[in-house]
């Protein structure tokens, strides 16, 4: 994949049985770049609870394992998709990615331009998704993109969760709180 953030995010998926591991290694990694941009929130209809850092991962692992890039993003913090906003227009202004993102988007450059950053994103996360679970299917499996909470340090409004990634590594995920709800902040996924 193309996008600079995959590489460093996630080395592989796990599978409800080890065969096939090294194969899914692309195709999670650019869900999991996706990542990159993604946080929980709460409140207002139809949103889950996100009250507590827990519950934030929580709602993340199943809008994840639902395959739902819809709920993804209206759960994002602020600062996440001004993020996100930004990562879309880098692509947009350098034409080689552009040109790279609309092979892979399977859309002609016009209709990439004329997304919005919501729109962009959403697209990105179905094609992720269906290129994990095409290929865990080729085994007989089903991606599991669950990630496991290991400690939670709170103070104030921000949050550390160090988690489990789904490749077995420990990762830090920063949150913040924002009215009420934990989100995810602008860069959830920090390398240790």
């Not at 679970?133 to 993109?145: I, S, T």
Request: aromatic share 6%; glycine share 6%; charged share 30%.
């Amino acid at each position: 994949m193309p996008l600079e953030a995959i590489s460093d995010i996630i080395k592989k998926l796990r599978l409800k049985k080890p065969v096939g591991e090294k194969m899914m290694n692309k195709f999670g990694l650019g869900l999991f770049a996706a990542l990159h941009f993604v946080i929980i929130g709460c409140g207002g209809s139809g949103s889950v609870n996100t009250s507590t850092p827990e519950e934030a991962i929580k709602a993340l692992n199943g809008a994840m394992n639902a395959r739902n890039p819809e709920a993804v993003w209206e759960l994002m913090s602020k600062s996440a998709k001004e993020d996100a906003e930004r990562y879309f227009r880098k692509i947009i202004a350098n034409e080689t990615r552009k040109e790279m993102v609309s092979k892979l988007m399977q859309v002609d450059s016009a209709t990439l331009e004329s997304m919005t950053t919501k729109e962009f994103f959403i697209e990105f996360m179905k094609g992720n998704f269906k290129a994990i679970d095409d290929m865990a299917e080729r085994f007989g499996q089903k991606a599991d993109l669950t990630l496991e909470i290991i400690d939670i340090k709170v103070e104030g409004d921000k949050a550390t969760v160090k988690i489990k990634d789904p490749s077995d590594k420990e990762q830090t995920m920063l949150l913040v709180k924002e009215d009420g709800c934990w989100k995810f902040g602008a860069n959830p996924m920090k390398r240790e």
